[in-house]
């Protein structure tokens, strides 16, 4: 897994020993990649790398490295470097640094089988890029574009109607937010009015969960908002009326229900030890549960997006005329077709970003004993022994999916190399992406000048370091 920032020119000064255990928090830094590079004998499964990209406190530039791979019979995260890239940030500067730091430890691209990164151009350019040049002298290895990065682009896709509430919902929050005065009075105002909340939540594009929260906040307390505009309104700005607008409303309460909905699956992709199958599955159920709801919106029924569906049954049980106005406040029809397409477009958008680009899928690698056996399948002999096998049916009871296949891996080989291409390459950047929120924690302002190399090692590895060893191999500091 890699990271990077752009350097500032500072200089920085380096920990780095001259020798292999040059004392201090360096003592156990070889650990992971000496692991790494004394798996003995045959290579069943290779090792697979995982990388995205940021910027520190001190714009300086950052590589970070997480490697996944097999020990005994169990797949293992570990966190394998935190490099400073000291020029540029190109996939050749890139390429030497991941090249110098596997030759010092012993380490060969051979090892590994699979790289999945973020969506840089130095990462995955087609002709020059990280990935590129990997591939070109190592052309075994496989690679993949973080499912969280793609998701968060294919969640983008919305109609201009949409679009416009969207910005028209921003730039009430940035006149209402940025300006010091302003957020203090409208603090004070929600506070006498008794609201839930006390202050809207300000929306970044690179922060993809935050376009469903600020939403919901704006729906919640869009009569504030209102309120607010209206008494502050300057000549030509009539914003606050969008939010006496019915219509605008319901676009409001519908995009803040989508996007809330579209946070909670992107949430459960962030975890470790998440494999492909595990996404691909999650990606499909999100992409029945659009069609179910285009299915629903066409007979009117709204269910599915809770604000939306609780802000047309209150606009019915306030409004006290006879049946022709019930039949007004329903769910317009144009706005039922905007629904209706920014849904379709959601499903088209994923479909391109993920149908075709994601690693061979194996039905029967979740149900090894319930799945249809092709006779064409090259591991059809294999796959059916395996379902006569009374103690694999236990195992597959009592261990995890990984954890099983790799305990068949001597006897039913073919088989479980194809198994290991369901989990073992990382399907997301997330552990880069939690790396990066260590750094954000040990390295703020006042320590812009922290080597982060040993503390990354000491705050992400999973490895506990052997600390009678290392006291044996450290000299005693005679007197002088």
């Not at 697979?48 to 950052?62: E, G, R, Y």
């Not at 604000?307 to 039949?327: E, I, M, P, T, Y």
């Not at 959601?346 to 994601?358: C, I, P, R």
Request: charged letters at 25%; aromatic letters at 10%; glycine letters at 4%.
């Amino acid at each position: 897994m890699f990271s990077e920032t752009r350097p500032s020119g500072r200089s920085q000064r380096s920990h780095s020993p001259t020798t292999p255990y040059g004392g201090g928090l360096t003592t156990w830094r070889p650990t992971c990649a000496t692991k790494c590079a004394k798996r003995s004998g045959p290579v069943h499964f290779g090792q697979v790398f995982n990388s995205t990209s940021l910027t520190d406190i001190a714009n300086q530039s950052q590589l970070i490295a997480f490697v996944r791979y097999e020990k005994e019979k169990k797949v293992k995260e570990e966190f394998l470097f935190c490099e400073l890239l000291t020029t540029t940030t190109t996939a050749e500067e890139v390429k030497k640094l991941v090249d110098y730091f596997f030759e010092k430890n012993g380490l060969s691209w051979m090892q590994f089988q699979h790289i999945c990164t973020d969506g840089a151009p130095a990462m995955i350019g087609v002709r020059t890029g990280f990935v590129t040049r990997v591939k070109s002298k190592w052309p075994h290895i496989s690679n993949s574009h973080c499912s969280l990065h793609r998701y968060a682009l294919a969640s983008k896709t919305m109609p201009p109607e949409l679009m416009s509430v969207l910005d028209s919902v921003i730039s009430s929050i940035n006149f209402i937010r940025g300006r010091a005065k302003n957020h203090r009075l409208f603090d004070l105002m929600a506070q006498e009015m008794g609201s839930t909340h006390t202050s809207l939540l300000y929306h970044t594009q690179v922060r993809w969960l935050s376009r469903g929260k600020c939403l919901a906040r704006v729906f919640e307390m869009h009569t504030e908002v209102e309120i607010f505009l209206r008494e502050m309104e300057t000549r030509g700005d009539h914003r606050h009326e969008n939010y006496k607008n019915p219509e605008f409303l319901m676009k409001l309460a519908y995009l803040a229900d989508i996007f809330g909905t579209l946070n909670e699956v992107n949430v459960t992709l962030q975890s470790r030890e998440a494999s492909v199958s595990d996404v691909k599955d999650k990606l499909a159920g999100l992409g029945a549960r659009i069609a179910l709801w285009i299915r629903r919106l066409h007979r009117g029924n709204v269910a599915a997006f809770p604000l939306l569906d609780a802000f047309l049954l209150d606009r019915r049980k306030a409004s006290s005329n006879g049946k022709q106005q019930q039949q007004q406040l329903d769910l317009p029809d144009d706005l039922k077709e905007s629904i209706a397409a920014h849904l379709e477009r959601l499903t088209s958008e994923f479909k391109a970003y993920f149908d075709g680009v994601e690693p061979a899928y194996y039905p029967w690698y979740k149900d090894p004993f319930g799945a249809v056996v092709d006779d064409e399948m090259e591991e059809a002999e294999e796959l059916l022994m395996l379902r006569e096998s009374a103690v694999a049916k236990a195992e597959f009871r009592k261990l995890s999916l990984s954890e099983f296949w790799l305990q068949q891996q001597d006897t039913y080989p073919r088989l479980c190399n194809k198994a290991a291409q369901m989990f073992l390459p990382f399907p997301t950047t997330y552990l880069c992406e939690a790396g990066f929120s260590v750094m954000f924690d040990l390295k703020p302002k006042k320590r812009n000048r922290l080597e982060m190399s040993s503390d990354m090692r000491l705050a992400c590895s999973e490895t506990k370091p052997n600390i009678l060893k290392l006291v044996a191999d450290c000299k005693e500091q005679v007197s002088h």
